[in-house]
T-cell receptor, first 114, second 114 residues
């Protein structure tokens, strides 16, 4: 089965600083990868997805992620953090061994300091 | 706007008292999913419907059942809730079960068991 690891359950940045949230996957076949954001007491919202069309994927709210096959990574970045970015972020892979169901990483809580 | 709706947003029940959570969608998607999310954890898939075809995850307790009477609605029944079933329950939909299919999430129902 495919798996996803998010390094750092909590990340804290200052407002205006670079945001970097790490995601590594394990997959024996080309993966389909997603980043979702969850605000408190809300459902998950798709930020972006990688489907092999381009290695640099741009998403909503100025987030982007780069697929690096050699590093089996799909890290999420944003050049300048806003207070409104404070949320839980989940990386997920579409698991072909599980009928294309999503396998989520453990999540990273992003805190933004004023 | 097309969306995934969950009712109620907050549900309180007593230990052992059956409870039903509701999900509806206006996206006309073929697939509907139910996830359980406990505090500070990733969502855990309970089951999904592909049209009328019910698919149960192997480790989903028998205490959890689901119904999908039509394309738009899906229900989660917890027959005898225990304290360990207190969680956020997320409903999601996708157009199909393809590997690249995005899932659209509802806002969730937070279940409290007294």
């Amino acid at each position: 089965a495919q798996s996803v690891t998010q390094l750092g359950s909590h990340v804290s940045v200052s407002e205006g600083a670079l945001v970097l949230l790490r995601c590594n996957y394990s997959s024996s076949v080309p993966p389909y990868l997603f980043w979702y954001v969850q605000y408190p007491n809300q459902g998950l919202q798709l930020l972006l997805k990688y489907t092999s069309a381009a290695t640099l994927v741009k998403g909503i709210n100025d987030f982007e992620a780069e697929f690096k096959k050699s590093e089996t990574s799909f890290h999420l970045t944003k050049p300048s953090a806003h207070m409104s970015d404070a949320a839980e972020y989940f990386c997920a892979v579409s698991d072909r061994d599980a009928g294309n169901m999503l396998t989520f990483g453990g999540g990273t809580r992003l805190m933004v300091k004023p | 706007d097309a969306m995934v709706i969950q009712n109620p947003r907050y549900q309180v029940t007593q230990f052992g008292k059956p409870v039903t959570l509701s999900c509806s969608q206006t996206l006309n998607h073929n697939v509907m999913y139910w996830y359980q999310q406990k505090s500070s954890q990733a969502p855990k898939l309970l089951f999904h419907y592909y049209d009328k075809d019910f698919n149960n995850e192997a480790d989903t307790p028998d205490n959890f059942q689901s119904r999908r009477p039509n394309t738009s609605f899906c229900f989660l029944d917890i027959r005898s809730p225990g304290l360990g079933d207190a969680a956020m329950y997320l409903c999601a939909t996708s157009r199909d079960r393809g590997v690249y299919n995005e899932q659209f999430f509802g806002p969730g129902t937070r279940l409290t068991v007294l």
